[in-house]
């Protein structure tokens, strides 16, 4: 059974930072690549950063590129992703997502993340 758990998620003001993390079970972790995907109200889910298996690259969307970075920990089964530099836009349900299931199924129930003054 597969099992994506999200947390870290809250209410902060422009500027601001937060650290989310991922726990994930039910799979091979270390052989897999992850991924951080948001959605915003009224707006499709959007891919924010991806790691591959080993830790060894990285992908940012351009909208976060410079303020955000993943990372994972493949002893723990976990993904972080540090959020610096918050603006309104990055206002959205965060949700972590193993690469291997492709984009259908093992969705976690995300955490949310508000900013606003």
């Known amino acids: 059974q597969v099992r994506i758990v999200e947390s870290g998620g809250g209410l902060v003001q422009p500027g601001g930072s937060l650290r989310l993390s991922c726990a994930a079970s039910g799979f091979t972790f270390s052989s897999s690549g992850m991924s951080w995907y948001r959605q915003a109200p009224g707006k499709e889910r959007e891919l924010v950063a991806f790691?591959?298996?080993?830790?060894?690259?990285?992908n940012y969307a351009d909208s976060v590129k410079g303020r955000f970075t993943i990372s994972r920990d493949n002893a723990k089964n976990t993904v972080a992703l540090q959020m610096n530099s918050l603006k309104p836009e990055d206002t959205a349900v965060y949700y972590c997502k193993a690469n291997r299931f492709g984009l259908v199924g093992s969705w976690g129930q995300g955490t949310q993340v508000t900013v606003s003054s």
């Open positions: 790691i591959t298996s080993t830790g060894g690259t990285t």
